[in-house]
């Protein structure tokens, strides 16, 4: 690797490659709860210009050498854990807008640009790019595509997958593609772009993309409504799609959560509810206290024991700011915590909390349920001590059965999360055969040497 590391130094100049043991170490891991470090990267690289990518292809290309892409490392399952050593690509300094069209309502950014940043660019401009993984201040373009990103807004504006219009990717070898075109439409062959968006960085290269751009809504509302039985929140949610309202979002959460917010993070929640909904309608000023008043009076009709709603920003954020302190609130229980990122049919939401509930029991582990109720998708998440045996063992016969139970009720293992290194096992549940040979085939097309991110997604690679 010496001689690689020397090259790799000529390519984008010294500063820009990290390959001391204290630095590598730094890129083993990403956000995924793992007590050991794997492998090692041989080298990480700060990459600044396309040519520097394509350049960086063609040695790893030549001499077999493993690339694993990275944009803030945030992703839960594994994606960025190095597996079998290699280079990994830094894109923190490919983070330039690089235009935004008004009239074409796209925005053309590098693989490093933050969500968040994006956001508040377009923003100024009137406009508006949706996707919005909870993490948006770190997470960047490159990994939302990686993992087709969501977030609570998906159930009204979709995720990362409907917002690329192209991407341009360094293919293995070094060379590159343009995944689709300038023009908002698009029937001209293959949609590569789709293939790429949730790959995980096992096809390609993400260099740019040109998202999507939409108005920005003039305004919102927001509304928190608990109920004493989760089943009457999913009845709720039913009733206000079947009176043809589309909230922006329309998610959850159980009693445990809401209980876990108020021990660390005291936002006014009720407590001795089994749920709440959180609720924003958003749109045209004149059309939001109609939306926000038939919500509610829904929500009433529906069993809600308790409704709140925003009556300015100020209320509106302090709901939200309750909402997005879930996650690092369930994170204090114990040392560690996992979440987990399950998807069924919305019809089969109130099964899949309630099974999974008593998967978590049956198995002595702790569990806080929240998650984007309109999209079916949940984030049971499992505070445990992963120094402790018991809890690991347990935890992984929960693991097992909570993906099973998506599955089983006619769903699958990730809304937004991926598979990486930690669901893999799990393909062969989800997928059937012949669609699963077809992945891997696509791999090999793309990938003949395997040498894009190993070892993630299926489960045998090397
Ligand atoms: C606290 C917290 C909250 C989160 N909330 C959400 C949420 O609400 N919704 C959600 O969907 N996710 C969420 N996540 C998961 C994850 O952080 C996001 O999906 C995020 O968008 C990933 O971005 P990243 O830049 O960190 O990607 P990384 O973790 O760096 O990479 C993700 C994947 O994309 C690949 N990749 C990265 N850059 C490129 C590139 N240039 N070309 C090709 N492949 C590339 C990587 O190899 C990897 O496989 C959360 C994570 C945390 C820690």
Redesign the pocket.
Known sequence: MKKIIEQLKQIVSSENVLSELEERYVYAL??TNKQNIENLPDAVVFVETVEHVQQIMRLAYANNISV??????????G??IVKAGGIV?N?SK?NKILEINQENLTARVQ??V??GDLQSEVEKSGLFYP??????K???????????????RTFKYG??KDYIIDLK?VLADGRIINTGSNTAKNSTGYHLSQL?IG?????????EALVKLIPKPEGSKVILAYFDKISDATHAVNVILENKLMPATLDIMDKKTLQTVEKFSPAGLLTDKDAALFLEVDGYLASLDYQQNKVVELCQRCGAVEVKFSKNEEDAQKIWTARRSA??ACAKLKPNVV?E?IVVPREKIAELVEGVRKICEKNNLLVCIMGHIGDGNI?PNIPLDLNDENDVKNYGQAKDEIHQLAIDLGGTLS????I?CEKSKYMTNAIDDVTLEYMKKIKKVFDEKNIL?PQ?IFFSER
Do not use: Q, W, Y
């Open positions: 990403d956000a694993i892409a990275r944009g803030a490392g945030t992703n839960l399952v994606a960025c690509l894109f490919m693989s490093g933050i969500v996707p919005d993984p909870s993490n948006l770190v997470s960047t373009i490159g990994g939302s595509v990686g993992l087709s990103s969501g977030g609570p995720s990362t990717v790429f790959s995980e960085g096992t096809l390609g290269i993400v260099v996650f690092g979440a990122d984030h809304g937004e999360h991926g990486g991110n993630k």
